[in-house]
């Protein structure tokens, strides 16, 4: 017996003859992939056979079975396939005493051991969580070239599982299917490729639920007082750290790959959603800062009236010389402006005693009160212009708001509507709706001079109703003014409230399109490159 000629060659007498066929079954035990090294760790009971007739032996009719077990000194001492695992990336250990050869009586030889190694496994993770990965068992003979040695093609891969009725699985993966092919031209190879699904239970409860939440928590400050900056800045900054915290955990699970994947492609799109909510509140900042100038233009505008504040008593003795000062404007040079003259002797001296003051300058130092004239502001201005020592801060206030009065008076009719009124509050912040506004200008109207309840507002009465707004503002009194559509509503508020509002609104749905598109994308970019 040579142990160096394999069976058909020495039966045959040729070398070039019959090849050898041999059967290769692998029983797999358990397993482990690693992510990070593209590679995977295996367990399992190997089956080789081949039929060597030189080892044939007939047995009496006594012997029960028809088998010779060889002791593993023998294990070397007849023909061997050296068949070895190609992709191997640690040599796989065979223990001797968990191996043993069996010859039987028509020449058959099985040969089992106990294997366990490490193996190369290419790894795709654009699918994660949801992928499929395909580790391979390459086998070949480098003693043998194809016309020497053949494998079987009915050999497989069985998956012992002690629970017949689920498929061997891990904490990670489960054996999803498992196929046997024969390639190669030279030298043939056998390859045992299982197929791994991952079970993604663990992303779902640790991963998408948490990104999903904490970005629920980041829409949620969309609902939080737009003024309260530390809330909305801590609410909006910390869901984009924790979005960052998530992805590192899921590349540091993973070897570093150039791409991005399912999992990745969706906590990447949170982390930009979470960025665009810090951005937004950014934007909200620089509209509640333009908002307060323009609010703040109408405190300073609240000092002058001042120059107009008075009892009820001096108001009603003054509504006749309001109607006299006004002719006057009218009719410069007129009969009007000399009556003109001594009412407004008059009112100016009624100031005077009213509040104990030696000078008109002084006017401009007293305390705020609460009641103001339709005409006194533009009155007292010409009065103090008349004789050369004018305010210039009273001057500069009423171009001002002569200013607001043309920009709102788009039609130029020198009259202004409620809805051109709730644009010329605005430039001073004050939102109001049309509706609003005119319940307002009705309520000042009411106060000042009943029975007056026109829809248009000049510039005379512009004035003083403005910088006492907030004395005749009847807005929230009942739930019925609010009773509009979603757009008018929203029209009228504040850009820093309308910005909120918007991402209210649209955030969520924004985010879910954005964050299909970004998967879709990431498919269609991997398909492309398939």
Known sequence: YDRGTRPEVSLDGDLTGTATTVSHVFELLDFSLNERTNSWDFKGEARMSWVDQRLAFNTSAGCPRAIWHLSNSHMYKIWHPYIHLRNQIKTSKVDPFTSAIEVSGDGTVVFRYHSYGTAHCKMSFRDMPFDKQTCDFVYQSLTYDSHELNFDRDASVVLYNTNTDKNLRTITWVVEDAKTSVVGSEYEQLVQRVTFKRRHNYYHHEIFLPASMFLLIAYSGFFIDRKVASARVSISVLPVLIMRTLLNQVYASIQSV???????????????????????????????????????????????????????????????????????????????????????????????????????????????????????????????????????AAKHALEALHDAFLVADADHSGAIAPDELSRALREFGVFETP????????????????????????????????????????????????????????????????????????????????????????????????
């Open 258 to 392: 150039p791409y991005y994947n399912m999992l990745t492609a969706y906590l990447t799109m949170l982390q930009f959603c979470g960025v665009f909510c810090v951005f937004e509140y950014a934007a909200v900042q620089y509209f509640l800062a333009n908002e307060a100038a323009a609010h703040g233009r109408l405190r300073e505008l609240r000092k002058f009236k001042d120059l107009l504040a008075d009892d009820g008593d001096a108001e009603r003795g003054a509504a006749r010389d309001d109607v006299a000062l006004v002719e006057a404007a009218a009719d410069p040079g007129g009969a009007a402006e000399e009556r003109a003259g001594a009412a407004t002797r008059t009112l100016f001296k009624r100031k005077l005693e009213k509040h104990g003051v030696a000078s008109k300058r002084a006017l401009f130092a007293r305390k705020p009160s609460s009641t103001s004239s339709l005409t006194e502001l533009d009155s007292y201005h010409r009065l103090l212009r008349s004789d050369g020592r004018g305010n210039p």
């Open 435 to 530: 509706k609003a506004a005119r319940l307002a200008l009705s309520n000042y109207r009411f106060h000042r001079s009943r029975g007056d309840d026109r829809d248009t507002l000049t510039f005379p009465e512009f004035a003083p109703f403005l910088v006492s707004y907030e004395d005749y503002r009847l807005a929230n009194i009942s739930a019925a003014t609010k009773r509009c559509t979603p757009l008018t509503w929203v029209r009228y508020h504040p850009r820093s409230l309308q910005l909120d509002i918007f991402c209210r609104a649209f955030f969520i749905p924004i985010t879910a399109v954005l964050v299909y598109v970004a998967i879709v994308m990431t498919d269609a970019g991997w398909r492309a490159l398939d």
